[in-house]
């Protein structure tokens, strides 16, 4: 069974068409990215992937489970990390843990034995009783990731996991969302070139709702015919411009 | 539980600002004080404790909208519900898990005010448990407002709308600052239509044991209660699907 299989997925407001007829299938256990420039419609699908707004048109299966009939069953199978800061500033860090597992029901010791993994994962024992509001960007962005696996998710959402971070923060955060790759399937918005070629096993090429190419950055390389991956981008953007 | 764990974060959330604390509990004590000791120079009869004390408790209540609709703003401006949107909490936990916490907070600033009311030499009575509980409707009310306009306006539009004008309204419309005969005609008409004075008069009523006279103000109360908050249960649920 694939992890994501989208249907001629549309989302319409007004006049415009944020994503147009989107065809999409991503593997289990991959690392698949959607890359394009703002207002490509890399959010808007992530947002009706996750339940978060319903499509104009067309269906998209996770795992089997349609996010039109079953959004129930999709939302007990996904994590989400947001593109804006979501976490809750006045609770500690570890109290931001302890809410996601009290809202997925866990038991005492669940809770527990989660918030330690995953304090423990994204190096975040030493800020535990911190406030998370008080937190630096790249430190809330790691805590937000963390808040989207408490639930075990078997896909999860990453919205432009480092946008407006500085060069360390985005270096470490790719060694945990590296650490992550294999285990759970992963989609990945950016419109950062080196963060969907570094990272990915597919990438998938947006603009204007449309998905214009898809492959391994290799295979992108290669249709576009040109040696850089940003080189690839510019050349499969500009022709569908033209 | 899920509702549990909501409930716990909302309440944490709005303790912790110090700000809520300044407002909800030190400036009705602060007035409480501040009116006793002009009344004990200038002895006037809306001042003294048995009318003062249920106005500033239900004027109290007021800064109840403001914590619930500043702290629903503030989490979908921060994307914080849009996360919890993605996770197995239903609407009903949302609406319970905003209104609920801020229940208990409500009453124990009525609490805190009729125990500072009784050092100044408020009678201790039944009654003051009485008023206490009649006070849960109006919280009700003052904090399903606040649901409602954390759910249409931005956390800047709420701290006007809650923060001044509404406190403002509460303070003007009430009766508790002056007795509005005083000023009749029109103000007295437009104030007998809004619940507030209503909620002040109804506490007067019943922590001074005149039970009959709490009719018909608490029908205004429970009519305005049941009003609001069916508005603010269907806002929060079109804002919900908008995210």
Known sequence: MEAIQTKRLTKRYKDTTAVDSLDLTVHEGELFSLLGINGAGKTTAIKMLSCLTRPTNGDAELLGNSIVKNAAAVKSIIGVSPQETAVAPNLSVRENLELMCGIHGFSKEKKENKTAELSEQFDLVQ????????????????????????????????????LGLDVLARSDLWDNIRSLKGRITIILTTHYMEEAETLSDRTGIMKDGKLLAIGTAEELKIKAGTDKFEDAFVKIVKEASK | MRLFAFSVRTAKEILRDPLNLAFGIGFPLVLIFLLSAIQANIPVSLFEIGRLTPGITVFGLSFMTLFAAALTAK?????????????????????????????PIALAQCVICYITAIILGLPVTVTILYAVLLAIPVSLFFIALGLLCGSVFSVKQVGGICGALLTNLVAFLSGVWFDLDLVGGSFRKIADLLPFVHAVEMERAILNGAYAEIFPHIWWVLGYTAAVVSFAVVFFLRQMRNQ
């Not at chain 1, 008080?134 to 808040?147: E, P, V």
């Not at chain 1, 999860?156 to 480092?162: A, I, M």
């Not at chain 2, 519900?81 to 239903?90: E, G, I, K």
């Open chain 2, 75 to 103: 989490d979908r401006e921060s994307a914080l519900l849009q996360r919890l949107y993605t996770t197995p909490l239903t609407a009903a936990d949302f609406i319970f898990g905003y209104m609920m916490p801020i229940l």
């Open chain 1, 127 to 162: 800020i535990l009783d911190k406030k998370a509001g008080k937190l630096s960007g790249g430190w809330q962005r790691r805590l937000s990731i963390a808040m989207a696996l408490i639930s075990e998710p078997k896909v999860l959402f990453l919205d432009e996991p480092t």
